[in-house]
């Protein structure tokens, strides 16, 4: 549920992310491309950041979870079987005046208008089923026969591997399958930056497990889900989670609820965390013959899985990085931007500056960052005075900058400035991998 919109509230964001480098628009030379954008060299480091954040406590610190990549063109008939080709559409009405296709909720919404008529009032034709998957040919013919989709979510890549992995790793039931990868959507867009767009990077997890057991990793699939935002730094005040109405349900699913983040445009879902039942599992076995079940032979026990499934858009998570870190403040009467992220998704950690590019400040100051960057990803800069180095790493999101002045030469101490605090101490540079790994907790 998408509500009143106040798009221009983003613009500040979106200023930035060009400015400093976090994202740009697709083929921005050639006039840019409608909802496409690249990442840049801070947003790229913000985006693995964000993407092993969610592996470390998704896969790495759990036992019973393992991972997968799969490929994104998959056998048509996986989206025959997961319902994709039958009932992943939009109904979309079409402008008479403009011709613009639009969602019925988005016209309600005001966000939607009639590009050319000048009151906006316009007329629409009946709402039409417009499937949302991007369709190409796999091979040199282009006919039916050589039709294949792009994949609209990791997620059926999962549960088509689901024999193999049993097969090849050492799980039992409850155990998850996690993926991380680009998915494609043909939607329509509206205009709020990275939120929904055609190509977009999806982190799913499938957590199988016992049917009477559903219900209760559900509860703690959704509470897990809206920590992990808490833990990184996002405001619990800004987050909530909200139950799907029946008629909100998709068609696999039976029961879900999303995580909602309060956008500049208002409370817009963020991740969904859904209870697919044995839908899928039971849908592939029947469409490929194959026996999809769950054998465990201490016990003899076979079953069809029951899944949980939290979604999560990776752009769209980082979209609520920046936006919940994004703050203006003063510093001695100034106005200053600062890009307050979570240490473990700062682009850079460390910033190290000489005060000068002269009597040996450079070369002790290099000497520094090489040690730092051993541990944390440090950038070095010598140019401009040392406020707009300061205020250019504010943006960036570094959480720490390191100065080497004259005094670092006599006793071996440097300045550390505390990007959120503003606070400045002196540290013995040989405390300094503690001091950083104490600020951080990594
Ligand atoms: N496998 C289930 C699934 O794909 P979804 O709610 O359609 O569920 C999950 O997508 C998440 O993926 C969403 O909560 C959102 O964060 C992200 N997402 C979906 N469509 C998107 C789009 N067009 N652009 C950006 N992110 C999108």
Same mark, same amino acid.
């Given at each position: 549920m998408e509500s009143s919109p106040n798009i221009s509230a983003l613009d500040p964001i979106v200023a930035l992310a060009k400015r400093r480098g976090f994202v740009f628009p697709s083929s921005e030379i050639y006039g840019g491309l409608g909802s496409c954008y690249d990442y840049g060299p801070l947003g790229v480091e913000l985006k693995r950041n964000v993407k092993d954040a969610w592996w470390r406590s998704m896969v790495h610190r759990r036992e019973d979870v393992v991972g997968i990549d799969c490929s994104i063109i998959m056998h048509p008939r996986v989206w025959e079987a997961s319902g994709h080709v039958s009932n992943f559409n939009d109904p979309l009405v079409e402008c008479a005046h403009c011709g613009l296709r639009m969602r019925q909720d988005q016209i309600d919404a005001g966000i939607e208008k009639c590009a050319k008529s000048e009151n906006k009032q316009h007329a629409f034709g009946e709402p039409r089923s417009f499937n949302l998957m991007f369709k190409t040919h796999l091979g040199p013919v282009e006919d039916e026969a050589s039709t294949v989709y792009l994949r609209p979510e990791t997620a059926q890549g999962i549960f088509v591997n689901f024999l193999n992995v049993v097969d090849s790793t050492r799980v039992k039931l409850p155990f998850g399958i996690a993926q991380q990868g680009?998915?494609?959507?043909?939607? $329509?867009?509206?205009?709020?930056?990275?939120?929904?767009?055609?190509?977009?990077?999806?982190?799913?997890?499938?957590?199988?497990?016992?049917p009477q057991e559903s219900a209760a990793w559900y509860e703690y699939w959704r509470k897990e889900r809206?920590?992990?935002? $808490?833990?990184?730094?996002?405001?619990?005040?800004?987050?909530?989670?909200?139950?799907?109405?029946?008629?909100?349900?998709?068609?696999y699913s039976s029961a879900c609820a999303d995580v909602e983040y309060l956008f500049p445009f208002g409370w817009s879902e963020l991740e969904g965390i859904a209870c697919r039942g044995s839908f899928d599992l039971t849908q592939h076995a029947q469409h490929s013959g194959k026996t999809i079940i769950w054998r465990d032979q201490a016990n003899n026990e076979t079953l069809v899985?029951?899944?949980?499934?939290?979604?999560l858009g990776t752009d769209r998570a980082i979209l609520v990085f920046l936006i919940d870190a994004y703050t203006e403040d003063e510093v001695e009467g100034n106005p200053r931007t600062v890009l307050k992220l979570h240490p473990r998704l700062a682009p850079y950690k460390v910033a190290v500056f000489p005060l000068l590019r002269k009597d040996g400040h450079p070369e002790k100051a290099q000497e520094v960052y090489r040690m730092i960057n051993e541990s944390y990803h440090a950038f070095y800069d010598d140019s401009g005075n040392i406020g707009r180095r300061y205020r250019r790493q504010d943006e960036a999101g570094t959480p720490v900058c390191v100065t080497v002045d004259h005094q670092t030469l006599q006793d071996d101490t440097v300045t550390v400035r505390n990007r959120d605090t503003l606070e400045q101490h002196r540290v013995k540079i040989s405390a300094l991998r503690a001091e950083l790994a104490a600020l951080f907790g990594f």
């Open positions: 680009k998915s494609f959507r043909n939607e $329509i867009t509206t205009r709020r930056f990275t939120f929904r767009t055609c190509e977009f990077e999806q982190m799913e997890m499938e957590f199988f497990c016992r809206l920590q992990w935002f $808490i833990d990184l730094g996002v405001s619990p005040e800004r987050l909530r989670l909200r139950d799907h109405r029946p008629d909100e349900l998709a068609h899985p029951h899944v949980v499934e939290p979604a």
